[in-house]
């Protein structure tokens, strides 16, 4: 197993939570402050990020180089989008809008080589590094990367039972923005209904031992989703981390 994603998944078998940002800027740069910031994985967004996915492998690059883990976040579950993410060489894939049982067992098929899927097989890619990694190596080593599902509305917290049974799943997502927008209060992330909706995903995923993550914009939800058995945080995005510095030196420059 790639030893940051041995790293990563051996923290959160031992319960330790990990934390990284989104990231939509599409220099290598910040994705190489990230790492040497100290966060543990970076989601490189190709659903709601201006990048494309030739420029995600130099981002991917940046992430190995600073020893943080590089996840993509995918347009959707389609075999292309779940394909190409994982061939540049993501060491994990999160999957937005996931609805049903059926739809993560797809999602899982597609990310996955026999005999846990029926990944398109192609080993001229960067994941396997243009083919001279050994093939069969290749294959072994590639069911290792990550399967993050985003649950983001009522119809998937309906179908929570189904989708928590799907075998490959390694963690489920929470999107609380879209899941607001769900419950009729889009945006307020704090409203006790999404409150509640949220810590019955966390309690119905700890019953079948399987991690959950969700996102998070300000420091005090930190302590808040830790404590509730969030492991998996996913801290804010690039451009906000880095608007809510520049506002801070220039609101402390006019003291």
Not at 33 to 61: C, K, W
Not at 76 to 87: C, H, Q, R
Not at 218 to 242: H, P, T
Request: aromatic residues 8%.
């Amino acid at each position: 197993m790639n030893e940051l994603l041995l790293k990563f998944k051996e923290k959160l078998n031992q319960g330790e939570s990990v934390i990284g940002p989104f990231m939509k800027v599409s220099d290598p740069a910040f994705v190489e402050v990230a790492g040497y910031a100290g966060f543990d994985f970076v989601i490189l967004d190709t659903e709601h990020g201006p990048g494309s996915i030739e420029l995600m492998q130099n981002l991917i690059r940046a992430a190995i180089v600073a020893g943080v883990l590089p996840i993509i976040r995918v347009q959707d579950g389609s075999e292309a989008s779940i394909g190409k993410a994982l061939d540049i060489g993501a060491l994990g894939i999160q999957v937005p809008q996931v609805q049903n049982g059926e739809e993560a067992k797809e999602i899982v098929k597609k990310a996955k080589f026999y005999p846990k899927g029926e990944r398109g097989v192609c080993r001229f890619v960067r994941a396997a590094n243009y083919s001279a990694m050994d093939r069969f190596e290749y294959f072994r080593a590639a069911n290792d990367a990550l399967v993050i599902l985003q649950l983001e509305g009522q119809e998937s917290i309906k179908n929570i039972d189904e989708i928590l049974k799907v075998e490959g799943v390694d963690i489920v997502f929470i999107g609380p923005y879209d899941l607001s927008q769900s419950l009729g209060v889009p945006g307020e992330i704090t409203n006790p209904i999404v409150i509640e909706k949220m810590q019955y995903i966390v309690d119905k995923a700890k019953e079948k031992n399987i991690i959950v993550g969700t996102f998070l914009d300000d420091i005090e939800s930190i302590k808040r989703w830790k404590d509730a058995g969030i492991l998996y945080l996913s801290y804010s995005v690039d451009v906000g981390i880095f608007l809510e510095a520049c506002r801070s030196i220039v609101k402390s420059s006019r003291i």
